[in-house]
């Protein structure tokens, strides 16, 4: 495969040879972006067809996705005369030839999966650095300007879910990084998120405790009630486990919601694949595998 190619999804659909942008446009880019889904694997007509056009596709669909190809490889020969084909035809469909490392998408899962797993071996400054990397990959809505596709609405809903998982994840590192306070500016960003996603309750108990970390008792239990409003009104429910724990943390003033400090932690240049952890017998960073 050609590395010299990277492609992103995580807003409108762009592909890139050595640096330099190669425009694709109409059904090319929606061929393209469908394709990027299983970038270094053998896409049959038969799946192309269903993710172009699902239960409804034209007559002649198969004819139409030979010629979306052909545009489509047209576009990309703008790299050079002297780059390798990238979409090849490889039976019973076709292969785009890209390293999946170089999809922004693949980038993104797995700089979340570096950073949860950071997290989970208690390395928190490192989860939010490593969470933090992911989330700058986005460039806006993911399939931005494909839509007309029949496989971009869901896909773009699964990754914008993904995406807000991980904002709760960075969140959560970023608390535990900065015990026991808060980062100053991690209050007015919650508000944003709880204003954008009411029934998040995750965001909701994360905004309680920082307002408490930041001494606004008050105003966390306050939070806490415009919360339980919120889903009682809107979905007929209580708030969970997490979100009730938080409610209690303060008016318990609760030493865990404060959280304890965290020895600072450095952060690689290059996280390996595995887990990242200190040896508790060693000021150097150990990798487990």
């Not at 699902?54 to 052909?70: L, N």
């Not at 306070?181 to 954008?196: K, N, Q, Y």
């Not at 029934?199 to 309680?208: C, I, N």
Request: charged share 20%; glycine share 8%.
């Amino acid at each position: 495969m050609d590395t010299a190619w990277r492609i992103g999804v995580l807003g409108p659909v762009e592909i890139h040879h050595a640096g330099h942008r190669i425009p694709v446009q109409g059904v090319a880019r929606t061929l393209l972006a469908l394709l990027t889904r299983s970038a270094g694997q053998v896409v049959s007509v038969e799946a192309i067809v269903d993710g172009l056009w699902a239960s409804r596709p034209p007559a002649g669909a198969e004819r139409a996705v030979a010629s979306y190809v052909s545009r489509l490889r047209k576009a990309l020969s703008r790299a050079g005369a002297d780059v390798a084909p990238v979409v090849l035809t490889r039976p019973p469909g076709y292969l785009l030839a890209v390293d999946p490392a170089h999809v922004d998408l693949v980038e993104f899962e797995n700089r979340v999966a570096e950073g949860r797993r950071a997290f989970g071996i208690g390395q928190p400054a490192l989860a939010a650095a490593r969470l933090r990397d992911a989330l700058a990959l986005w460039r806006g809505e993911a399939y931005a300007d494909v839509g007309e596709a029949a496989f971009a609405p869901a896909e773009a809903r699964r990754l914008a879910e993904l995406r807000l998982a991980a904002i709760e994840s960075r969140v959560e590192a970023e608390l535990a990084a900065a015990a026991p306070g808060a980062p100053p500016t991690l209050a007015s960003e919650l508000h944003l998120l709880v204003a954008d996603h009411p029934h998040r309750e995750r965001l909701w108990a994360q905004l309680v405790t920082t307002l408490y970390r930041q001494g606004q008792q008050a105003d966390a239990l306050a939070t806490y009630q415009r919360a339980r409003s919120r889903l009682v009104e809107d979905l007929g429910v209580e708030p969970g486990p997490e979100l009730r724990a938080a409610e209690l943390g303060v008016l318990g003033g609760d030493a865990a919601l404060a959280g304890r400090p965290v020895p600072v932690t450095a952060v690689p240049d290059r996280l390996e694949p595995g887990c990242v952890g200190r040896d508790p017998n060693s000021r150097s960073l150990t990798l487990w595998f």
